[in-house]
C-alpha cells in the first residue's frame, strides 16, 4: 500500500461520505491543474495508515486533513494551505493563516458538527467514474 502514496505530492484526507468534504475535493480538483494534490478518504485503508504515520487519531474523521511531506495539517489550518496552494486568488486567504488557531477553527468545528444535517451524506465513498481521465483517477488514492 505504501507503494501507491506519492512522495512528491500534497494528500488531502476528506470525509469520503460526507457531501460538503467530496465538493471541497470537487473544488479542489478543476483549480489544481498540475496536480500538486491528491486525495484520499479518512475511510480508505490509505487514509487510515496516513494518520496513524502522522500520529493523528484514526477514529475521528471529522477534519480534512492536509498531508504535506512530513507534516500534517488539520481542519481550518489544512483549508487555509490547501486554498493558498491554489494561487491566483486564493492567496487571499494565506493571511488566515496567523489568526490565532482556535479562533479559526471555532467555524470550521460549528460547520463540521452539523455538516451531514447541512449538506448530507452518502453511503458509501464516491470515487471517479470510469468516465474520467486516467491521470484524474490516479489522483485518487484507495
Known amino acids: 500500500m505504501r507503494d501507491e502514496i506519492p512522495d512528491d505530492r500534497s494528500i488531502i484526507l476528506f470525509d469520503g ?58 481542519k481550518s489550518a489544512a483549508v ?10 486564493y492567496t487571499l486567504f494565506s493571511p488566515f493563516r496567523y489568526l490565532p488557531r482556535p479562533i479559526r477553527d471555532l467555524g470550521y468545528d460549528l460547520v463540521a458538527a452539523n455538516r451531514y444535517r447541512l449538506f448530507g451524506k452518502k453511503e458509501q465513498c464516491q470515487l471517479p467514474s470510469q468516465s474520467e481521465s486516467a491521470e484524474m483517477r490516479a489522483r485518487f488514492l484507495e
Open 17 to 74: 461520505v460526507c457531501n460538503l468534504c467530496n465538493g471541497f475535493v470537487q473544488f479542489v480538483v478543476p483549480r489544481d491543474p498540475e496536480g500538486q494534490f491528491h486525495f484520499a478518504s479518512l475511510q480508505s485503508d490509505v487514509g487510515q495508515a496516513l494518520l496513524a504515520d502522522h500520529d493523528l487519531p484514526t477514529d475521528e474523521l471529522e477534519s480534512v486533513v492536509l498531508i504535506d511531506g512530513e507534516d500534517s495539517y488539520v
Open 80 to 89: 487555509v494551505r490547501v486554498l493558498a496552494s491554489l494561487g491566483g486568488v
